[in-house]
């Protein structure tokens, strides 16, 4: 019978509000981050590179630098990789499927932590704030620790034949 029947009620989504973000770190402090909604493709990469990795090796890094990155297929498409070389930008590939390489995911996981436990955003104006006060957070003391990292990382990596190690 139909008083038998219970609502259904409609899944709540995990994280009703959603963008993305771009951001660089290195030794010697942190590029500007880049909040965007929606996919990207290669020209949308080259141009967030051309305007927060490039000024940033620009000024941080005029002689040498290496940037690492994941193996995202707009990462490495001839478009991409074009790019580097007019740019003189040093990409390091890493092994697929290796976000144990990366030492802005460590970072990415504690802005995430941040965002859920102390700005709580319900609109997308709030979740965009948020982000950005956390990389306002970020400084060369913590950019370093996350990048010092990978010396612990590294030999697990090469032990797991390039695999995730569980950091």
Known sequence: SKSELKPRCKPRPKHPVKVHGWAAISKRGRSGICVFEGCMDATGYIEI??????????????DEHRFVQDNDPKHTSTLAKSFYKENGINWWATPAESPDANPIENMWHEMKEYLRRVVKPRKKEELIKGIQEFWETINIEKCTRYINHLHKVLPKIIECGGRPTGY
């Not at 051309?50 to 005029?62: A, G």
């Open 49 to 62: 590179l051309r305007k927060t990795l490039v000024p940033m090796i620009n000024t941080l890094y005029p």
